[in-house]
């Protein structure tokens, strides 16, 4: 049956529809798209990884030197996953994105137990690892699932389901859908990614200036905010008050839109 033909890797990151950062946030309705973007900082505030339900894969509780799963109702073992939040570049605005085993498995070739066990190993003292840092300054296909919780509660968060930095899948997008090839012009990161409240700026950036990437210093909390489906946990709450505002802001967007019909003449 076609609905039963599983999609190759590379065909999954170009048959998904494009769009650009901006474009996401006006989705109505759930879907994966892909974009072309740059990475250009991580942000560790809320670690790198958490602890996971062995059997389920659900976010665990740590209760001394044990694990509660509340989905299991019980005791288990846990395993670390990565969950990585970024952010991340196109010519049209920012984007705060978080990636989870699926994506970053087939990138860093490690699981998060390996590279944990590596850092314990060293004993250098950073509170992450330096693998990440090869994502920076770095442009990449990205799979976005815009969900439920994006759009209905204006969730500026998206989870990367798929990731691919192949320069053959790269090319073969950019020549599809007729996109510039900047790959070797960096980033202004002296443009911050980010307005005065931490929220991703909608303001063009020009990829063709000069920048150093910028890495977020490691916060001291490792709390991390899970999200839904079987690979992930649940998501944190967004405070009420800054969704509010965002929220009126984009009815304002939306609203101050004119749409200019073509001249009969």
Same mark, same amino acid.
């Given at each position: 049956?076609? #609905?039963?033909?599983k999609?190759?890797?590379?065909?999954?990151?170009?048959?998904?529809p494009?769009?650009?950062?901006?474009?996401?946030?006006? @989705?109505?309705?759930? @879907?994966?798209?892909?974009?072309?973007?740059?990475?250009?900082?991580?942000?560790?505030?809320?670690g790198?990884?958490?602890?996971?339900?062995?059997?389920?894969?659900?976010?665990?509780?740590?209760?001394?030197?044990? !694990?509660?799963?509340?989905?299991?109702?019980?005791?288990?073992?846990?395993? &670390? %996953?990565?969950?990585?939040?970024?952010? =991340?570049?196109?010519?049209?605005?920012?984007?705060?994105?978080?990636? !989870?085993d $699926?994506?970053?498995? +087939?990138?860093?070739g490690?699981?998060?137990?390996?590279?944990?066990?590596?850092?314990?190993?060293? =004993?250098?003292?950073?509170?992450?690892?330096?693998?990440?840092?090869?994502?920076?300054?770095? !442009? !990449?296909?990205?799979?976005?699932?815009?969900?439920?919780?994006?759009?209905?509660d204006?969730?500026?968060?998206?989870?990367v389901? &798929?990731?691919?930095?192949?320069?053959?899948?790269? /090319?073969?997008? %950019?020549?599809?859908?007729n996109?510039?090839?900047?790959?070797?012009k960096?980033?202004?990161?002296?443009? #911050? =990614?980010?307005?005065?409240? $931490?929220?991703?700026?909608?303001?063009?950036?020009?990829? /063709?200036?000069? @920048?150093t +990437?910028?890495?977020?210093?490691?916060g001291?909390?490792?709390e991390?905010?899970?999200?839904?489906?079987?690979?992930? =946990?649940?998501?944190?709450?967004?405070?009420?008050?800054?969704?509010?505002?965002?929220?009126?802001? &984009?009815?304002?967007?939306?609203?101050?839109?004119v749409k200019?019909? +073509?001249?009969?003449?």
């Amino acid at each position: 049956m076609p #609905s039963q033909i599983k999609l190759s890797f590379e065909e999954e990151i170009l048959e998904a529809p494009r769009m650009t950062i901006s474009d996401i946030s006006y @989705c109505t309705e759930p @879907c994966t798209v892909s974009i072309l973007a740059k990475v250009i900082e991580i942000n560790y505030d809320n670690g790198w990884m958490y602890n996971s339900c062995f059997k389920c894969l659900k976010k665990v509780e740590d209760v001394g030197n044990k !694990f509660y799963c509340s989905k299991c109702s019980k005791m288990v073992k846990s395993i &670390k %996953r990565y969950k990585v939040n970024i952010y =991340a570049i196109d010519d049209s605005g920012s984007a705060s994105l978080v990636l !989870f085993d $699926g994506s970053l498995l +087939p990138f860093i070739g490690k699981n998060a137990e390996e590279l944990q066990a590596a850092m314990d190993e060293a =004993a250098h003292g950073q509170g992450y690892p330096i693998e990440l840092n090869s994502m920076i300054g770095e !442009f !990449f296909m990205l799979n976005i699932d815009v969900t439920q919780k994006n759009i209905e509660d204006n969730w500026q968060t998206y989870t990367v389901r &798929k990731l691919s930095h192949d320069q053959a899948i790269i /090319s073969k997008y %950019r020549l599809k859908h007729n996109i510039e090839d900047v790959q070797n012009k960096n980033c202004d990161a002296t443009q #911050s =990614a980010h307005d005065d409240q $931490g929220t991703p700026s909608q303001q063009p950036y020009d990829l /063709s200036k000069d @920048c150093t +990437p910028r890495v977020n210093d490691p916060g001291a909390s490792t709390e991390v905010c899970g999200k839904r489906d079987s690979d992930v =946990a649940d998501l944190a709450s967004q405070d009420e008050g800054e969704r509010l505002q965002a929220s009126a802001v &984009k009815k304002k967007l939306k609203m101050a839109t004119v749409k200019v019909e +073509p001249n009969s003449n």
